[in-house]
T-cell receptor, first 115, second 111 residues
């Protein structure tokens, strides 16, 4: 199993450009998440999904959109990139909250720089 | 807002010594989790302790939970250079849909 994979690994954008980050998991997890990690800030939740076709806002959703058209994929979009969105982005997935299995599995991250 | 706060922010110890890091949280929880992050990598789940447990062991890891003080500790015994990483505690919301992570403890093991 590949676990959780993220594409791309690195990206440099100019202010105002758009891009989509792709997350894929092969563990049949119901829940998927997008986080950003900035120095000294820990991980902050951007958006999450509790199942195919559903999405919900996290702690820092502004400037981002997400879609979960297929159970195994979770896409994070930046419509008009800003320097404040320079960060490392992590995708994660987990089982149902009622399954008793609460741990999250993380991808390797995407390092995004907006100039 | 951060639910979990780790202490200390950074810790350096000699190889072979024990490392202890602490986590405090604010609201009632039904479990608390610890994760490790090696430099430039994603987080890896280490251990979960449920609210009705006071202590849990996994290999060289020992986790304690004190729900009355809303605090947890992670002890790594007989540390190794490979334990150099950042360690995060994480707590779930009521429905276990999402986690809130602390800011982490950066542990450096000196060979």
């Amino acid at each position: 199993n590949a676990g959780v994979t993220q594409t791309p690994k690195f990206r440099v954008l100019k202010t105002g450009q758009s891009m989509t980050l792709l997350c894929a998991q092969d563990m049949n997890h119901e829940y998927m998440y997008w986080y950003r990690q900035d120095p000294g800030m820990g991980l902050r939740l951007i958006h999450y999904s509790v199942g195919e076709g559903t999405t919900a806002k996290g702690e820092v959703p502004d400037g981002y959109n997400v879609s979960r058209l297929k159970k195994q994929n979770f896409l994070l979009g930046l419509e008009s990139a800003a320097p404040s969105q320079t960060s490392v982005y992590f995708c994660a997935s987990s089982y149902w909250g009622t399954s008793g299995r609460y741990e999250q599995y993380f991808g390797p991250g995407t390092r995004l720089t907006v100039t | 807002s951060q639910q979990g706060e780790e202490d200390p922010q950074a810790l350096s110890i000699q190889e072979g010594e024990n490392a202890t890091m602490n986590c405090s949280y604010k609201t009632s929880i039904n479990n608390l989790q610890w994760y490790r992050q090696n430099s430039g990598r994603g987080l890896v789940h280490l251990i979960l302790i449920r609210s009705n447990e006071r202590e849990k062991h996994s290999g060289r890891l020992r986790v304690t939970l004190d729900t009355s003080k809303k605090s947890s500790s992670l002890l790594i015994t007989a540390s190794r250079a490979a334990d150099t990483a950042s360690y995060f505690c994480a707590t779930p919301n009521f429905g276990n849909e999402k986690l809130t992570f602390g800011t982490g403890t950066r542990l450096t093991i000196i060979p």
